[in-house]
């Protein structure tokens, strides 16, 4: 090891230790103990030694904490004299300083404050992302400063990503029941007062807000363990079999097992002070260890071309498992170039329909939230469009690195920034997981965190499910797939209102169904495009009168689909009356592009038109949703 891996593994470690021992004065309410900061009391910095143990754990806390920054200041250092060329290890050592001194200054906030519940949200928060970055910065020294610009499949990298982001907005659900005092609102495990469901009829209205908070952050740990469990199967699946990767990924499987057991004993002991260290102790470690994976597997990959290895088994499904030969040259390009081609990988025209379809279903969920002041809405709205935009550019930028085999076969997408080598496959994988994880955290700080994490199975669902798993295997690719596209107006919703209801979920539905009669309409005019591709979209599968005829009976229910949204939701007859003309006028242009049987150029011209339409349609049906809830 060098010596700036040494280091590194150092502060790591201590790192560790002061999590744990923060956590050790959370749980033994050892926080104001000292009340002066940075000493303990005014005019003397050492306890005395008969001072009482919560004095002295809380001493230890700072003085630990004094010892990182001076670590982390000798990273820096070591960085720039060692490794100054290696931007990847360079400039993160300089943050880590920064971000050091920032969760400093968050101490003495939570102790000006007297520990209040966003204050030590915001500590861990920021204690969690250090141990992040320092985790990368350890990984990183392991590997040579030179790498290939380019280098084998990412693919696994993507979803370990996926991964890593999930276990870390987790904890802040954890923190956020614990900045409510909401952890023994259950006095039962794993049930919750004895059912799933965590209110009744007979909840109090005052207890409803902890009740919930509490139950998400059961929810979402069962999310999480299902996403680290396809992490782990995709390690076996795409990892060659004597990876150390695969081991990590089943390692973090297994400690995740055993962190629930904890939790479950947490609300089994009452909060015995052991059991909240040993949970979020054991939270760092598997943060700290699907950040490793991450790390490791995307340098494995660029290490694997210069190696003349493949960290393959086999040939996943996908042209990201291409040969690193067959992507072209890295091109030169000016600084103006390079900033066209990451904004195209954003795919901004797609973005502009997502976001038509947030600020409506935002507008409808404040009848939800009575008395909203209008500047709070605007900020709400704001940050909501802000996170979506990078949320969405991360799937569309990710989804390009993908598909970069099929779109230099196809007439319609061979200028898109990676066929046409304006950015290599390396820096837009980066690019798409530095948008995915900007786009999470800044909804959870601005907005909220079930707004975060449903932003966050958007973003997953797009990558992992659709284009990854369904796309290239079955013509219901966009069926399945439309998930991710339908979930802005709950995540709109959720941004108002904190939780999910039965209005949000009727429009996620209108949404996903208008997806299919969307799509298949451009598909039925490229479809040779797809056919070169070898993409089983379904006007390549089951042809034109097929395809024509699903996009009849799919129009068909979404047509019902907003019908039953006028009742369920309470909209008046400015929106019926949209959804009934608006619906009618797309079953008829349906209707004639089933009339058109297969003959090829009429119904090509047919189907443009549909999908031309079918844009205009989620427009105009959306704003009428806003309309109508602002005057009825």
Known sequence: MTRFQRLAAATVATVFLLVTLGVAVRATDSGLACPHWPGCFAGQFLPSLNADYHVWLEWLHRTVAAIIGFETLGLAFLAFRDHRRTRSILWPSLFAVVLVGFQAWLGQETVRLGNTGASVTAHLATAMALVGLLVYLLVRGSYPEELPRRGASQRFTLVAAFGAVS?????????????????????????????????GADTPAAAAGLFAAHALHRYVAAAVFVILVLVAIAGHRWLA?????????????????????VGGLQVLTRLEPWTRTLHVALGAVIWASAAALVVAAYYEARVAATA????????????????????????????????????????????????VTTVPAMVLAT???????????????????????????????????????????????????????AVTPEHAVVFGIALGVISVGLMAWAVNLVAAFLTLLAIGFYVVVYTMLLKRSTPQNIVIGGAAGALPPVIGWAAVTGSVGIPAILLFLIVFYWTPPHFWALAL??????????????????????????????????VALTLVFAVVAGMGPLYLVAAIVLGGL??????VLWRQGTAPEA??????????????YLTLLFVAVAIDSLIF
Request: glycine letters at 8%; hydrophobic letters at 45%; proline letters at 6%.
């Open 525 to 558: 005019r490229i479809r040779k495009d797809y056919a070169a591709a070898g993409v089983p979209m379904l006007p390549v599968v089951k042809g034109i009168a097929e395809t024509s005829r699903q996009i009849g009976l799919y129009t068909a229910l979404l």
């Open 167 to 199: 276990t870390f907005v987790l904890l802040l659900f954890g923190a956020n029941v614990t900045a409510l005092d909401a952890a023994l609102v259950f006095p039962d495990w794993p049930l919750m007062n004895g059912g799933i469901l965590p209110l």
């Open 241 to 261: 079999r004597e990876s150390r990767l695969r081991r990590v990924a089943d390692g973090i499987v297994l400690a995740y097992l055993v962190q629930v057991v």
């Open 586 to 591: 797309f079953l008829w242009r349906a209707y």
């Open 603 to 616: 119904s090509t011209a047919q189907a443009v038109r549909l999908y031309r339409y079918s844009i205009t």
């Open 367 to 421: 009848r939800e939230v009575p008395g909203l002041p209008v500047l709070d809405w605007f900020r709400l709205t704001a940050w909501t469009l802000i996170c979506g935009t990078l949320a969405a550019g991360s799937a569309n930028a990710i989804n390009q690195v993908l598909e970069r085999d099929i779109d230099q076969l196809m007439a319609r997408t061979r200028r898109r920034p990676l066929p046409a080598s």
């Open 308 to 355: 003349g290895l493949t960290a393959q088994k086999g040939r996943a499904p996908g042209g990201d498992d291409a040969d690193a030969s067959l992507d072209p040259e890295p091109q030169t390009h000016t600084a103006g170039d390079s900033v066209r081609a990451y904004i195209a990988l954003m795919k901004p025209r797609i973005i502009e329909v997502l976001l």
